[in-house]
């Protein structure tokens, strides 16, 4: 994208229709490091990769609990994601004591969608320069909708946001069609494995790695790492769906010609 | 939830334009500040008992269509039994006008609900917590609305029966009254409900007690409605009178029992 003389403010038409400060804004969230969400006929899942600021700090947090019934997870400005979520939060715990009952996903990201697109349209307020990948319970089963800076929404069975994204949707476009059936534990390795593709350099582990469920009968929870350390050794195991050019080797044990899964990622506390 | 936000905005803009400065926490114009400000309440017209019982298929709701204005029974025929949205009804004793404007509330809150046009609606649980806020809240300015509300709902195969009064006090239950039905028909209703009646069985236990209601209750008029809720929806009967019996021995000869000058 090039610097034009119509990418001052928000407020500022270029001639072709475009509003280049939001869509500066979703550059913002390429940036950022990859998450992913997918969604069954019961369960819905978020995965994402974690940067740390130097080796000394900790991963960012990249998923959020909203509610019992949602969660979110960012890419992007994390400081405009962590309010967002604050919001979010206030939002259905003012619903949850109006009508002792849970917000319905679709009418929270509806919410949220307009309070983005009033900053597209003010000279004194930038846009939210975050992605947010909300997933969530409701009435008619498990949702994920994907929440834009430029305040537009949409829903998905499966999507991933952030750098080298395109990688992660390559594989969730090969296996969508099998998700609805999955079983939850299936849908969680498969939110795994297309986050692992989006992984420049290093490997996943419990540390860098965050995965969150929410699902009939099961409250949104992030899972503990070391469950996510154990899904991420299962995958070494099963060595399933290697890197595109090399045949999926289904469900048998015992060695493959990959050896990019050599050894166990360290445990971290 | 919409709607109240929108109302605190435009209260909020109103309060600026007339308080001026916002940091005196002030909220009323000077020109009120040391006006008496009346908030005890009394009742004018005021409806009596509502009673309502869960069925097989839903629920009933029953109310006679009397307005009394004090001890005299001026109005015969008000509404005391509204649908709300496509799951709910409500009914209400005590103070008519003060229900007829919670019925607006609510139709403002349905409407809202209805513009998000996304499958998702209000039930009767969040319609009655929702009344629950609202009753609470105007109690605790010292400003109640003067009801006892009955509300009634089906969604998604789940019946709903509770109730709310004027202080916030707010249950469930299998069947509820207000008023003097609290006295006369609940414990018929204890004896003589049980899980899965007909819709036959419900309206003759409703008559009964509403029979009782008739003779006992000074503020009961002849003239009642019954609704009924299911999953299909709401219908709320012709005003229709039940059948009274005057001709008993004690009557024809009273002073039997005692005779003399007093």
């Known amino acids: ?269 | 939830m919409l709607a109240a936000a929108q109302k605190d905005e435009k209260k909020d803009q109103a309060l600026k334009n007339l308080v001026g400065h916002p940091q005196t926490g002030r909220d009323c114009p000077f020109t009120l500040l040391n006006s008496p400000i009346s908030h005890t309440q009394y009742p004018y017209v005021t409806g009596t008992s509502v009673l309502g019982i869960k069925y097989k298929d839903g629920v009933l709701l029953a109310s006679d269509m009397g307005g009394s204005y004090g001890s005299t029974l001026r109005y015969k025929s008000v509404q005391r039994l509204k649908p709300i949205g496509k799951h709910t009804l409500l009914g209400a004793g005590g103070e008519i006008s003060d229900f007829q404007e919670i019925v607006r509330y609510l139709d403002e809150l349905i409407l809202y609900d209805n513009m998000w046009d996304d499958g998702n609606s209000l039930g009767p649980k969040e319609v009655h917590n929702y009344l629950n806020r609202l009753m609470y809240n105007r109690r605790n300015k010292f400003n109640p609305l003067w009801n006892t509300l009955v509300l009634g709902g089906v969604k998604n195969g789940q019946k709903y029966l509770g109730t709310v009064n004027m202080i916030g006090v707010h249950y469930e239950e299998n069947h509820v009254a207000t008023g003097f039905g609290n006295h006369l028909a609940r414990p018929i209703f204890r004896d003589e409900w049980h899980e899965d009646m007909t819709f036959e069985e419900g309206v003759k236990l409703l008559e009964k007690c509403m029979l009782v209601l008739l003779y006992r209750d000074r503020s009961a008029v002849n003239k009642l409605q019954i609704a009924k809720i299911t999953e299909e929806g709401a219908t709320i009967s012709e005003p229709y009178a039940i059948k009274t019996h005057w001709e008993l021995e004690a009557f024809k000869n009273p002073a039997t029992g005692a005779v003399g000058s007093w």
């Open chain 1, 1 to 269: 994208m090039f610097r034009n003389q119509y990418d001052t403010d928000v407020t500022t038409w270029s001639p072709a229709g475009r509003l280049f400060q939001v869509e500066y804004a979703m550059e913002a969230v390429k940036q950022g490091s990859a998450a992913v969400g997918l969604t069954s006929k019961t369960h819905a899942v978020l995965v994402s990769v974690g940067k740390t600021n130097s080796e000394f700090s900790s991963y960012q947090k990249k998923i959020f609990k909203v509610d019992d019934h949602i969660g979110v997870a960012i890419a992007g400005l994390t400081a405009d994601g962590r309010v967002l979520s604050l919001h979010m939060r206030s939002e259905c715990i003012h619903y949850k004591f109006l009508y002792d009952s849970p917000l319905p996903v679709g009418r929270l990201v509806v919410q949220l969608a307009d309070k983005a697109q009033v900053c597209t349209q003010r000279s004194w307020t930038r846009p939210y320069g975050v992605g947010l990948l909300v997933a969530g319970l409701d009435e008619t089963g498990p949702h994920l909708y994907l929440n834009c800076p430029s305040g537009n929404y949409f829903e998905y069975q499966a999507y991933a946001i952030g750098a080298r994204s395109q990688a992660a949707k390559t594989y969730l476009e090969r296996k969508f069609e099998t998700f609805p059936e999955c079983s939850r534990d299936e849908l969680i390795r498969h939110g795994v494995i297309s986050v692992r593709e989006a992984l420049a350099e290093g490997k996943l582990n419990g540390s860098n790695c965050s995965v969150a469920v929410v699902g009939a009968g099961e409250a949104f929870s992030i899972l503990d790492p070391k469950m996510v350390q154990q899904i991420i050794d299962s995958l070494d195991d099963k060595n399933e769906e290697p890197p595109a050019d090399v045949a999926p080797v289904e469900g048998e044990q015992g060695a493959v010609q990959d050896d990019t899964d050599q050894g166990v990622a360290p445990m971290e506390t």
